[in-house]
């Protein structure tokens, strides 16, 4: 049963554009989210968080939009550039319990 | 400041076999977890140690094991190797406690295991 969802396998975006990256979540007890991007080879590498205190928390191109009672977040990265193809893992954890839930990841392309 | 690191980067095992993966965790770290990420999945969570002590254990059998030595860096232990044991193994660090706290995990290259 995954608590963590991400439904697109895959996404494509031209560079300089937005690109928006979902994930849905199961387990109300959860109240941190996390993504992580990650390269071939390479392990996930921490990109931005949010506490379910808030519904927004921006850091440069990237900010992460949290909606608790659709139990879905978001990731945008405005503008898109080609370094930002990688797979990108959407996490979350409950609690003091530090186990991070992942999602299967969504595969972005930025097209230059 | 050393990020974290993994040996070996790659193995090759035959079922029934034991394997020993190791982890260095980043300067500072005290906390490491470790995950198995099968293809096209997520990475999923097999435990975590804090100062030595296992500190949570997701949904794995006990041939999978674990250690943190006294200068943070930790090994998993797998008895008994299975196909299905054939994934990507990362180990993360980050500066945490058994009260709970939000560090962000730093992931390491991890270690790709394949079981024939």
């Known amino acids: 049963d995954q608590q963590v969802k991400q439904n697109s396998p895959s996404l494509s975006v031209q560079e300089g554009r937005i690109s928006i990256l979902n994930c849905d979540y199961t387990n109300s007890m959860f109240d941190y989210f996390l993504w992580y991007k990650k390269y071939p080879a390479e392990g996930p590498t921490f990109l931005i968080s949010?506490?379910?205190?808030?519904d927004k928390n921006e850091d440069g191109r990237f900010t992460v939009f949290l909606n608790k009672s659709a139990k879905h977040l978001s990731l945008h990265i405005v503008p898109s550039q080609p370094g930002d193809s990688a797979v990108y893992f959407c996490a979350a954890m409950s609690g003091s319990n530090y186990k991070l839930t992942f999602g299967k990841g969504t595969l972005l392309t930025v097209n230059p | 400041e050393t990020g974290v690191t993994q040996s070996p980067t790659h193995l090759i095992k035959t079922r029934g076999q034991q394997v020993t993966l190791r982890c260095s965790s980043q300067s500072g770290h005290n906390t490491v977890s470790w995950y198995q990420q099968a293809l096209g999945q997520g990475p999923q969570f097999i435990f975590q140690y804090y100062r030595e002590e296992e500190n949570g254990r997701g949904n794995f059998p006990p041939r999978f094991s674990g250690l943190q030595f006294p200068n943070y860096s930790s090994e998993l232990n797998v008895n008994a190797l299975e196909l299905d044991d054939s994934a990507l193994y990362l180990c993360?660090?980050?500066?945490?406690?058994?009260?709970?706290?939000?560090?962000?995990?730093?992931f390491g290259p991890g270690t790709r295991l394949l079981v024939l």
């Open positions: 949010i506490s379910s205190i808030k």
């Open positions: 993360a660090s980050s500066l945490g406690g058994a009260s709970g706290s939000r560090e962000t995990q730093y």
